[in-house]
C-alpha cells in the first residue's frame, strides 16, 4: 500500500486546520440532535396516529415498533430521464425493507429540473437555485423525526447536492444515495457532435439535429455523456455514499435490483447506530476524495461550485486554491465523452470506477481511510459487483478494458487533474485543460463583450466574431441572474476554432462538464454585478488567457472606469420569485448559495 500523496497530505492538513472551528460546531450539532431524537414510544399518540395512517400494511409493524424505519427522500420525475425509474422505487424498497423487519416510508419529495431541457432558455435562470430548494425540500421531508436511516434517490445536476447539503443537517442518521443508472448508449458521440456544429453552421436543419439529439437521449437513465449528472455518481462512489460499484449500473437490470436492495438491507443494518452516520462519513477526507475522484476523471466543472457548497454544509472549507493544488498531482486515468470517444457505459464495461479507486489507493492518490456506509474502507470500492445467480458478490476488477479510456495512474492521460484555478486582475475562475489542446492553453486578444448569451449567437451568425477573440460573457453570475449555464456557447465557438480562430471565453456564468474543447474562464468570481472587473471591461480591451500559469488578465486600466450598469432582472418563468435567492447569494467559490449564505455555514 503507497503512502499518501504528500501535497494531498498537506492539501487535507490545510483543510482540516481551517475547518477546525465549523466542523466541531457541526458535530457537536450532531452528535446534540442524537442525543435528543425522540423515543417514537413516548412520542403523542395523535403524532403517530398522523404518520402511520398512510402505512396500510407497515402499520402494524411501526405501531409495535418491531424494526428501524427508513425515509426515503425521492426526487422522481417522469420529465427528467434519470429520475424516471424512480416511480416505482418506494414499493419494491418497501419489500426489501420488510425482508429484514424494517419498514419504509416516502419521507419527500424534490423538485427535479434538468439543465438539458432548460439549456439557453430563460428557465436556466432557476438552475442553481434549485440546489437551494432541493436541500430545504430535503430538510422538510426529514423535520418529521419519524425516521431511522435515510435513502437518498437522485442522480442529476443539482439534484445531489442539494440532497447532501439538506441530508448533511440531518446528519446524525445512517444515509446512502440509491443511483437509478445510465439509459443504453445511443448514436455515437462524434457524430452527435458532428451534427450540432453542422447545425451551428446553417448546414443541417431542425429536423435532422432533433433526430439526432433523440438518438442520443433516448430512453429512461442518466443522459451517458460525462457531465454533472454522472460526475456527481462518481463523487458518490469516492465519498463511499453508494452500495460498492452502483454508479454506473442500467436501470431496469438484475443487477440494479439487486445493489437497491442491498442499499436497504445495510441502512436497516446500520439503523439505531452511531458508527457510520452521515456526518462522520462526511467529513475532510472524504470532500477531498470527492475532488480527487473529478480531477482524475475529467469531470465537471460545475462541481467546483457544488464541492464547496457540500462541504460548508458538513462544516468544512474547501476552495478552489485547494482543488488547484490537488490537480496538480493527480492523474487524468480516465477519457469520458467529451474528454473521449466512449461514454459512461463504455467507462463502466472497461472498468469504471472500481477500475478507477483501485489506481487512485494505489498510488496514494485518494484516502483510503474514510468511513463509508459500507463495511471497512474505502478499498470496497475498487471492486465491481456482479450477480453469482442470484447473489450480489464483488470482484476484482484486473487491467483496464479499453486504454483508450482508462489508464493507470502510473502512465495517465496526462499528468494533472486539469482543473485550473486561473486569477489575475479579471478576478478568479476555472480553466478545465483537460478538455483542451494543450497548444490552445494560452489565448490572448482583443475581447468582445456581451451581457446577453444571446447575444453571443446573433454576432457570431452575422461574421462578427471571425477573428482571433476573446468572447466575455458577464452580468451571468449568482447575483446577477442565478448564473445560468451557457453550453450553448459551446457550437458557435467551436466553430470558430475550427476555422484557424485562437478563441476563448471568460464569464461569470457556468459551463458543464459538456463544456468541450474551447479554452475558458468560466465562474470569473467576484461577478461582475456589483462592481466585478468584469463589469469594466469594453470591447477591444486585450485579455491574456493561460491555463500553464495560472493567469486571468487584462493590459487595461480598470481602475479608472466606472463599472458597466446592469438591466434590471428579468421577471416571467418563475425567475421574480427567486429574486431572494440572487439578493442573498455569495460567490460562486463559497457555492453561490443564497440558503448557506444566510444560515452562516
Known sequence: ?????????????????????????????????????????????????????????????????????????????????????????????????????????????????????????????????????????????????????????????????????????????????????????????????????LYAEGKVGRDELLASEMGSYHSPGTCTFYGTANSNQMMMEMMGLHIPGSAFVQPGTKLRQALDRAAVHRLAALAGTRERTMAKCVDEKAIINAA??????????????????????????????????????????ARVYPNGAGDVNHFHEAGGMGYVIGE?????????????????????????????????????????????????????????????????????????????????????????????QADVTKAFKAGELDRDVVVVVRFQGPRANGMPELHKLTPPLGVLQDRGYRVALVTDGRMSGASGKVPAAIHVTPEALGGGPLSKLRDGDVVRLCAATGELSTTADLAAREAASYPSPASGVGREIFAMFRNMADGAEKGGSAMLATSGL
Open 1 to 197: 500500500m503507497s503512502e499518501l500523496n504528500p501535497v494531498i497530505a498537506r492539501v487535507t492538513k490545510r483543510v482540516i486546520e481551517k475547518s477546525r472551528g465549523t466542523r466541531s460546531a457541526y458535530l457537536d450539532l450532531m452528535e446534540r440532535e442524537a442525543d435528543r431524537a425522540p423515543d417514537r414510544s413516548q412520542v403523542s399518540c395523535s403524532n403517530l396516529a398522523h404518520a402511520f395512517a398512510g402505512a396500510l400494511e407497515d402499520q402494524a409493524a411501526m405501531k409495535a415498533g418491531r424494526g428501524p424505519n427508513i425515509g426515503i427522500v425521492t426526487s422522481y420525475n417522469d420529465m427528467l430521464s434519470a429520475h424516471q425509474p424512480y416511480g416505482r422505487y418506494p414499493e419494491r424498497m418497501k419489500v426489501y425493507a420488510r425482508e429484514v423487519g424494517a419498514t419504509a416510508q416516502v419521507a419527500g419529495a424534490t423538485p427535479a429540473m434538468c439543465d438539458g431541457v432548460t439549456q439557453g432558455e430563460d428557465g436556466m435562470e432557476l438552475s442553481l437555485f434549485s440546489r437551494d430548494v432541493i436541500a430545504l425540500s430535503t430538510g422538510v421531508a426529514l423535520s418529521h423525526a419519524m425516521y431511522d436511516g435515510v435513502a437518498l434517490l437522485g442522480i442529476c445536476d443539482k439534484i445531489v447536492p442539494g440532497l447532501m447539503i439538506g441530508a448533511l443537517r440531518f446528519g446524525h442518521l445512517p444515509a446512502i444515495f440509491v443511483p437509478s443508472g445510465p439509459m443504453p448508449s445511443g448514436i455515437a458521440n462524434k457524430e452527435k457532435q458532428r451534427v450540432r456544429q
Open 360 to 452: 487512485l489507493l494505489s498510488e496514494g492518490l485518494a484516502h483510503r481511510d474514510i468511513l463509508t456506509v459500507w463495511d471497512g474502507d474505502l478499498s470496497a470500492y475498487a471492486n465491481e459487483p456482479g450477480l453469482d445467480g442470484e447473489e450480489l458478490v464483488w470482484r476484482e476488477v484486473g487491467a483496464s478494458g479499453d486504454p483508450e479510456m482508462l489508464r493507470p495512474a502510473s502512465d495517465p492521460f496526462q499528468p494533472d487533474g486539469g482543473m485550473r484555478l486561473v486569477q489575475g486582475n479579471l478576478g478568479r475562475g476555472c480553466f478545465k485543460s483537460s478538455a483542451v489542446e494543450r497548444e490552445r492553453w494560452t489565448i490572448e486578444a482583443p475581447c468582445r463583450v456581451f451581457d446577453e
Open 292 to 333: 480527487i475522484g473529478l480531477l482524475s476523471t475529467g469531470g465537471s466543472t460545475n462541481h467546483a461550485i457544488h464541492i464547496p457548497a457540500m462541504a460548508r454544509a458538513a462544516g468544512v472549507q474547501f476552495d478552489w486554491d485547494d482543488l488547484s493544488e490537488l490537480s496538480s498531482v493527480v492523474p487524468l486515468v
